[in-house]
């Protein structure tokens, strides 16, 4: 169902802004960013606004850390956001648990022990390490060390990654979801809740999510909206260049070129 009122009531949400205005809060593939970048330069459009909420005057990105790096990589100044309020976020914020595939036992054991070694906070974490489906580890959590349980779960990640093949697993249940990847999975690392106030103090800290570990359904979400690089790269300001998409998306919305999801869509990071 097309919602032509809503949608022209959420254009205020819609930002051209500088690229430098933008945190990023989540690490990347780099064959994502190649592959989006390529697709930039080949297209010439902006197929989806970067999907943000205020922090500290800044923008931190919930949806589009693979395009805001694709756009940094081709030389875009401006980029076209949708500003989202806070209150219409969930929070705790939707995370997937990680499976690593195939990965030795000997080498999974160094990489946990390691990771909870490398602070003094071995005791007072929140993650869970599911081993096998009779086997969950928890680690006792402590209400007040939120950065040290997520700086534990991110440094374990990247070293698993750097091994071995890391996969997120939406909606997991083990095993009738998931049978296919039984034999291969050495462990699932269950994340600790985020809750978004968490997550934009761990971006101004620069300690970013791993990539792909946001899947948050978000409202009012504008897409489609196939925005000409040439607007994004003109050298007027980007108040200027906001006005003109406003009432170029005005134009679309009559000829229901615009897609828009009132109800919860997912985040997917393209």
Known sequence: MYFESDLRSQLRRLYVVPLSDLMPSAQVIPRDVQKIASELQTQGVLRHPILTIRFENRHLILDGNARFLAATQIGLPDILIQEIPFDVVQDPLHLPALATIGLDPEELIRIIEDSFEADDHTDTH????????????????????????????????????SVSEVVPLYNFKWPSTHKKLNSQVSVILAPPPLPLRLLCALAREGQLLPARMLHTPVPRRILGINLSLKVLSA??????????VRELIRLRISEQRIQYYDAPVYIVES
């Open 126 to 161: 929140g993650l869970r390490l599911i081993i096998k489906p009779d086997d969950v580890r928890v680690m006792p959590e402590r209400k007040d060390a939120p950065f040290a349980i997520w700086e534990t779960f991110r440094r374990m990640v990247n070293a698993l990654t």
């Open 235 to 244: 050298s007027e300001p980007p108040e200027e260049k906001t006005s003109f």
